[in-house]
């Protein structure tokens, strides 16, 4: 699996006019081929900041996901709003048992 960890910094305004964006990008990605997860989230304690937790049963599957049309209208509306950093980690990862 394939696990993609960003976190966007922001301003709570433009993360209010991307909402729909949002919206519309996780939905699109969850249809896809090979997409476990891809969930948008506001921090809590941080309205500025967006977390993107992705999951992907392959590698294959997230290179297929940047070539998708909703991926190019995101950027484009990113583009319009432009967060003030940006940080994404990817990963290959193994399902374990919780320590209990």
């Known amino acids: 699996m394939i696990v993609v960890n960003a976190r966007l910094?922001?301003?709570a305004a433009d993360i209010e006019a991307m909402k729909e964006a949002i919206a519309t990008m996780e939905t699109a990605s969850r249809a896809e081929?090979?997409?476990?997860?891809?969930?948008?989230?506001?921090?809590?304690?941080?309205p500025n900041v967006i977390r993107i937790t992705e999951k992907w049963e392959t590698m294959d599957a997230?290179?297929?996901?940047f070539k998708e049309p909703h991926m190019a209208d995101f950027?484009?509306?990113?583009?319009?709003?432009?967060?003030?950093g940006m940080d994404a980690g990817?990963?290959?990862?193994?399902?374990?048992?919780?320590?209990m």
């Open 90 to 99: 990817f990963y290959e990862a193994t399902d374990v048992k919780p320590p």
């Open 75 to 84: 950027q484009a509306a990113m583009a319009a709003h432009p967060p003030k």
């Open 62 to 65: 997230l290179a297929a996901h």
């Open 9 to 11: 910094e922001s301003s």
């Open 33 to 46: 081929s090979g997409c476990l997860d891809y969930t948008f989230s506001v921090e809590v304690s941080d």
